[in-house]
């Protein structure tokens, strides 16, 4: 009887489920009513010792809640006794894994919350077990990453949070799925409102979250962000940014532009492969040999103002080893390009001509005809061919191919790759002594050289690659050019007959000098004589007008003086009659007495008495 009562109580009180489910100890259970008149159990466990989820739980629950455990896995199925539940609650728990078995044969669960935990990675396919799934809170965990894959079981959740995470960026395709809720375009079955928390997260921001901050942009009735200001985790430049204040753009494959398809190149020059490529973001560039060999060369990266991104591929001092198909490639996470440049590598072609020789040299250099170089200052000017110049020494002799090859090296400020010899450096202080229209003179020190010693000169245009040389006699430091072309620059080097002159035994002379200084001198002569003019004029003129005005006076007085020299005459005559000798003998004077005692008429009269006596004075 005992027994049968016991039943009718537990019939009264816990019906059958009770009795197949007791509430764990470390739990506490509670039973409610529900406004359609059904029952409903909620069984909530909170022991900080609590490791594993409780294994009897009564089946009748409809919400679960363990909070604050010390639980850090759960065990695949172990719900699936309990189809009854609606609401399973996991926050603040230790839990850093979770089995993809877990939701296994909860086909009534709506609401999945797990914040405050642990968890790196979620295991998004469980949900295709929870087909009524409308709640997942995921908030404030470590997950990094949501994968592509995820976007086929949220398509039911009308909230969902993320927010608190280490994510960076989300899924085109889940970026995608919320799109629709903009412009009213959903996939079949999917609820067309839902609840976004995705703030406090360090966020990338780049062309990936093009859409994400579009659809923030925008106002979206369908969709409704917990936080809208989210705010950039990186690039460095752009942390603490609002998604509302970024331009982005929109993300796309990369695209190649080679700068050539084909190239030909001789023997020991250097080629320079280009590659650009566009796409956003920007791609990354590689290069590699079609045949699989290593790449004799190296890589240089650089991106232009408009944004796209070249590669350069530098091949120094070519082979044919070189020559074939080299393949550039762009990639980003759209997609990879690539595109395909072809190098042959020719040999020189040779010539009896020394022009032709000269040419092929000026070519393995990689430089221009038509230019120069000297002390490392690029001359890109034509310099047209100037007649032969001759000179006082024999005729010049054209350099032999390594002299012309060293030529080449000492004007285009290359490094001598051997020590030059000792002799070399005999020649010093080579100076310009005089330079006219035609012609320049050059001397020379040479203090270690014996009168054994010979010089050879090396002179051209500046600018022109022909240089012609001169051979000087032995023990001889001077000699003159002739034949030079007026208001032209040259360069002359004067070294040891066989060896290569260094800068320092090189000079630089124009005959602008020359025409310069004569046209100064000229100068120079006429204001000298034109100031001499000018100063020596108004004396000369005085000195002329004072000698024309005194022989004007002497011819008008030449008549009176005629008439008073007769009387004079007449009256020493007549006082010699009448005197007698004594006076003639007074006045017979030397006929140099009479010349330095020679007056004028005019002077005469005014000296005629002086002091009350009368002189005496002969005129010629």
Not at 350 to 363: F, I, M, R
Not at 529 to 537: D, G, M, N
């Amino acid at each position: 009887m005992w027994v049968a009562v016991g039943i009718l109580w537990l019939l009264a009180f816990g019906g059958p489920y009770q009795a197949r489910g007791f509430c764990p100890s470390q739990c506490s259970c509670s039973l409610h009513i529900l406004g359609d008149g059904s029952k409903a159990r909620t069984v909530i466990c909170s022991d900080p010792d609590m490791t594993l989820p409780p294994a009897s739980i009564p089946l009748d629950t409809c919400r679960l809640r363990l909070e604050r455990t010390a639980i850090r896995r759960v065990p695949g199925e172990a719900f699936r006794s309990l189809a009854r539940l609606e609401q399973l609650w996991l926050p603040f728990n230790a839990l850093s894994e979770l089995s993809v078995l877990m939701l296994r044969g909860l086909h009534h669960l709506r609401e999945l919350r797990l914040p405050g935990n642990h968890l790196l990675t979620f295991p998004w396919a469980a949900l295709r077990d929870a087909p009524q799934m409308q709640l997942l809170d995921l908030q404030a965990n470590r997950l990094s990453v949501v994968p592509p894959e995820a976007a086929r079981f949220l398509g039911n959740l009308t909230f969902l949070d993320l927010s608190s995470n280490q994510l960076m960026r989300l899924p085109q395709e889940l970026l995608l799925t919320w799109a629709h809720l903009k412009t009213g375009s959903f996939f079949p079955g999917h609820h067309t409102r839902l609840v976004l928390g995705l703030q406090d997260n360090p966020w990338v921001c780049d062309c990936r979250l093009y859409e994400l901050v579009h659809l923030l942009d925008d106002w979206v009735p369908n969709l409704v962000f917990i936080e809208a200001r989210l705010k950039c985790g990186s690039p460095r430049s752009l942390a603490g940014v609002a998604f509302s204040q970024l331009e982005l753009r929109k993300c796309q494959g990369p695209e190649l532009h080679p700068g050539v398809t084909s190239i030909i190149s001789p023997v020991g020059s250097t080629v320079l492969l280009r590659c650009g490529a566009t796409g956003v973001p920007g791609p990354e560039m590689s290069w590699r040999r079609a045949n699989g060999h290593p790449l004799n060369g190296t890589v240089h990266q650089e991106v232009s103002s408009d944004g796209s991104s070249w590669s350069l591929l530098d091949l120094p001092a070519v082979s044919p080893l070189d020559s074939g198909d080299y393949i550039c490639q762009a990639q980003n996470f759209l997609g990879a390009s690539e595109t395909l440049i072809s190098l042959l590598v020719t040999e020189p072609q040779t010539s009896t001509e020394h022009s032709g020789l000269q040419g092929a040299l000026l070519a393995r250099m990689g430089e221009s005809l038509e230019a120069a170089a000297y002390n490392n200052k690029l001359v890109a000017r034509h310099i047209p061919r100037v007649p032969e110049p001759e000179a006082s020494a024999p005729l010049p002799s054209v350099p032999s191919l390594k002299e012309e090859l060293t030529l080449h090296h000492l004007q285009l400020g290359a490094p001598d790759g051997q020590e030059e010899p000792q002799d070399a450096q005999m020649v010093r202080s080579l100076k310009v002594v005089g330079d006219t229209y035609h012609s320049v003179s050059l001397v020379w020190k040479a203090s270690q050289a014996g009168n054994a010693t010979a010089f050879s000169v090396l002179y051209a245009v500046f600018g022109q690659r022909d240089m012609r040389r001169v051979l000087v006699p032995e023990g001889k430091t001077s000699i003159t050019i002739q034949g030079l072309v007026p208001k032209t620059k040259y360069v002359a080097c004067v070294c040891a007959r066989g060896l290569v002159p260094r800068q320092e035994q090189c000079v630089l002379f124009s005959t602008d000098a020359a025409v310069e200084a004569e046209g100064s001198q000229r100068l120079i002569n006429v204001v000298v004589i034109s100031v001499a003019a000018v100063i020596a004029l108004p004396p000369t003129l005085l000195v002329c007008c004072g000698a024309l005005r005194r022989r004007c006076r002497k011819c008008r007085a030449r008549g009176s003086t005629e008439a008073t020299g007769a009387a004079y005459v007449h009256l020493e005559r007549l006082r010699h009659s009448e005197d007698g000798s004594e006076l003639l003998s007074q006045n017979s004077l030397s006929e140099a007495d009479r010349l330095l005692s020679a007056r004028s008429s005019l002077d005469s009269q005014a000296l005629g008495v002086r002091g009350g006596r009368h002189l005496h004075e002969y005129f010629c």
